[in-house]
């Protein structure tokens, strides 16, 4: 497999700067085992990444994290970010933002700022997010209007805040936000964890997504709205990163260069670091991801799939962490041998919307205590039992 | 997009060249358009200060080899596009 065709450009940058964070949402995308992975990268080194990663054919760079406000060094990327022309996007909770910083990171040229809000009231937020947040997340929103720094706002919909989305819509407009993205939990990682609490049913799901369908028509030309709809309502998997290895690349906080944000929690694939090596080397020539470029290592169906071209077989975690089968064919396409997997769950949501929601299971949180004791695998097969202390 | 408004470029979006394919990419949240020569022209022209009417007419000047409907059609067409993908501004 060669990855110097034009076939394998990255065009984004994921700089997940740290796995840091003040909340602790129970669908948080890092993977269960985060407190487990080493020493995060010092600024010279991501500024490395940085011109690598443009002389490659980056052009965006999404700086995330964990909370990526957290590293002192923030201005000092956007910086050279600018200098190479990136399209900057900072991916926030919010919370250690001051208004001070986001004017001089305005200044220094970053692009947009995306907010991540868990629901529409603080009580309900709150919940999501396991610790005060809702309200100053909102004053750090209108901070960066003020600024007149382009806003998104992130809403992470389950079956706990579907039914507010009409409110969730009025709350962007009230906040003149640039882009709404109502993004469905995608029920990997921590939010594998919490699927039985989480995952929706298929009748509230479409009642949301015909609402949002409206508001786009409505408010076109003003505010751009996203409706993500998750992994477990689609018929066929989508191309998950435009393709393992393709696309995007991911420095995770300790310098593994990955394909997505959940890779490294797939057994047996070698990742490299950019301490070792330069990213384009890595992107080049990493067993990791080479292992599911091309269509070589796919199993049927979709070995012989007319639409193994356009999904690329789905999501190799999702295969991995719902099979234990890293190869498989992602369980959400209908035509995979363990799609019953996905029906089940399917099943146990419809069944859910029955009961009041004092049955539902109570939520886990990430913490660095759960996380320290977790091995990547624990996704699947987790025992962990927590009740929220507040 | 009447003849008189005068488009710029959402303070989102950015317009830069790439080096790989010798384009303009138009880039904003999560996403980017690549542009064809007469798609990037056009994008250089939204200032915010010409008109619509403007941006035909000095297309209409650099693309002698189309008709004059034709290139307004396009402006028309792909400024629409833009508008309704929230990517510009257009000052009254």
């Given at each position: 497999?060669?990855?110097?065709?034009?076939?394998?450009?990255?065009?984004?940058?994921?700089?997940?700067?740290?796995?840091?964070?003040?909340l602790?949402?129970?669908?948080?995308?890092?993977?269960?085992?985060?407190?487990?992975?080493?020493?995060?990268?010092?600024?010279?080194?991501?500024?490395?990444?940085?011109?690598?990663?443009?002389?490659?054919?980056?052009?965006?760079?999404?700086?995330?994290?964990?909370?990526?406000?957290?590293?002192?060094?923030?201005?000092?990327?956007?910086?050279?970010?600018?200098?190479?022309?990136?399209?900057?996007?900072?991916?926030?909770s919010?919370i250690?933002?001051?208004?001070?910083?986001?004017?001089?990171?305005?200044?220094?040229?970053?692009?947009?700022?995306?907010?991540?809000?868990?629901?529409?009231?603080?009580?309900?937020?709150d919940?999501?997010a396991?610790r005060h947040a809702f309200?100053r997340k909102?004053?750090?929103?209108?901070?960066?209007?003020?600024?007149?720094?382009?806003?998104?706002?992130?809403?992470?919909?389950?079956?706990?805040?579907?039914?507010?989305?009409?409110?969730?819509?009025?709350?962007?407009?009230?906040?003149?936000?640039?882009?709404?993205?109502?993004?469905?939990?995608?029920?990997?990682?921590?939010?594998?964890?919490?699927?039985?609490?989480?995952?929706?049913?298929?009748?509230?799901?479409?009642?949301?997504?015909?609402?949002?369908?409206?508001?786009?028509?409505?408010?076109?030309?003003?505010?751009?709205?996203?409706?993500?709809?998750?992994?477990?309502?689609?018929?066929?998997?989508?191309?998950?990163?435009?393709?393992?290895?393709?696309?995007?690349?991911?420095?995770?906080?300790?310098?593994?260069?990955?394909?997505?944000?959940?890779?490294?929690?797939?057994?047996?694939?070698?990742?490299?670091?950019?301490?070792?090596?330069?990213?384009?080397?890595?992107?080049?020539?990493?067993?990791?991801?080479?292992?599911?470029?091309?269509?070589?290592?796919?199993?049927?169906?979709?070995?012989?799939?007319?639409?193994?071209?356009?999904?690329?077989?789905?999501?190799?975690?999702?295969?991995?962490?719902?099979?234990?089968?890293?190869?498989?064919?992602?369980?959400?396409?209908?035509?995979?041998?363990?799609?019953?997997?996905?029906?089940?769950?399917?099943?146990?949501?419809?069944?859910?919307?029955?009961?009041?929601?004092?049955?539902?299971?109570?939520?886990?949180?990430?913490?660095?205590?759960?996380?320290?004791?977790?091995?990547?695998?624990?996704?699947?097969?987790?025992?962990?039992?927590?009740?929220?202390?507040? | 997009?009447?003849?008189?408004?005068?488009?710029?470029?959402?303070?989102?979006?950015?317009?830069?060249?790439?080096?790989?394919?010798?384009?303009?990419?138009?880039?904003?949240?999560?996403?980017?358009?690549?542009?064809?020569?007469?798609?990037?022209?056009?994008?250089?022209?939204?200032?915010?200060?010409?008109?619509?009417?403007?941006?035909?007419?000095?297309?209409?000047?650099?693309?002698?080899?189309?008709?004059?409907?034709?290139?307004?059609?396009?402006?028309?067409?792909?400024?629409?596009?833009?508008?309704?993908?929230?990517?510009?501004?257009?000052?009254?």
């Open positions: 497999m060669s990855a110097g065709v034009a076939e394998y450009r990255p065009y984004t940058l994921v700089a997940e700067l740290t796995y840091a964070c003040p602790r949402c129970v669908y948080c995308s890092n993977p269960v085992d985060y407190a487990r992975h080493g020493a995060t990268l010092d600024t010279e080194t991501w500024l490395g990444v940085l011109r690598d990663a443009e002389a490659l054919g980056v052009v965006q760079l999404n700086l995330t994290g964990g909370e990526p406000l957290l590293r002192k060094d923030l201005e000092a990327l956007v910086a050279e970010a600018e200098r190479l022309e990136l399209y900057t996007n900072l991916i926030t919010g250690p933002a001051t208004r001070d910083r986001l004017a001089r990171l305005k200044d220094l040229g970053l692009d947009n700022v995306q907010i991540s809000i868990q629901d529409v009231t603080a009580a309900s937020a919940r999501i396991g309200e909102l004053r750090v929103a209108r901070w960066v209007k003020e600024l007149d720094l382009p806003l998104t706002l992130n809403i992470v919909l389950h079956r706990e805040n579907l039914d507010r989305i009409e409110d969730m819509i009025a709350f962007a407009e009230r906040l003149d936000a640039d882009r709404l993205e109502l993004a469905n939990t995608q029920y990997l990682g921590w939010a594998l964890l919490n699927r039985a609490a989480l995952l929706p049913s298929a009748e509230q799901l479409k009642r949301a997504r015909e609402r949002a369908a409206a508001a786009r028509e409505r408010l076109k030309g003003r505010m751009e709205i996203l409706f993500v709809t998750p992994d477990y309502y689609v018929e066929r998997p989508k191309a998950c990163m435009d393709g393992w290895g393709r696309r995007f690349v991911l420095v995770s906080p300790d310098g593994l260069v990955l394909p997505c944000h959940l890779a490294h929690t797939l057994p047996g694939l070698v990742w490299e670091s950019v301490r070792e090596r330069s990213l384009a080397e890595i992107w080049r020539d990493s067993a990791g991801l080479n292992a599911y470029r091309g269509e070589a290592w796919m199993p049927e169906p979709c070995r012989s799939c007319e639409r193994r071209t356009a999904d690329f077989g789905g999501c190799r975690c999702q295969a991995y962490h719902l099979t234990g089968d890293a190869h498989a064919t992602d369980p959400t396409c209908v035509l995979s041998p363990h799609h019953d997997l996905i029906e089940d769950a399917r099943r146990d949501a419809t069944a859910a919307a029955q009961y009041p929601a004092s049955a539902s299971p109570s939520l886990i949180y990430r913490s660095a205590r759960i996380s320290a004791g977790a091995t990547s695998q624990d996704a699947r097969t987790s025992t962990v039992k927590f009740r929220p202390t507040h | 997009m009447t003849p008189d408004a005068r488009p710029r470029l959402a303070p989102k979006v950015r317009l830069r060249h790439d080096a790989k394919t010798d384009r303009y990419l138009l880039l904003y949240p999560e996403k980017g358009m690549q542009l064809n020569p007469t798609a990037a022209a056009i994008v250089q022209l939204c200032t915010g200060e010409r008109t619509v009417a403007d941006i035909v007419a000095a297309l209409a000047e650099q693309y002698t080899s189309q008709p004059r409907e034709v290139v307004e059609r396009e402006v028309y067409s792909f400024l629409t596009a833009l508008n309704d993908r929230a990517l510009l501004r257009t000052e009254p």
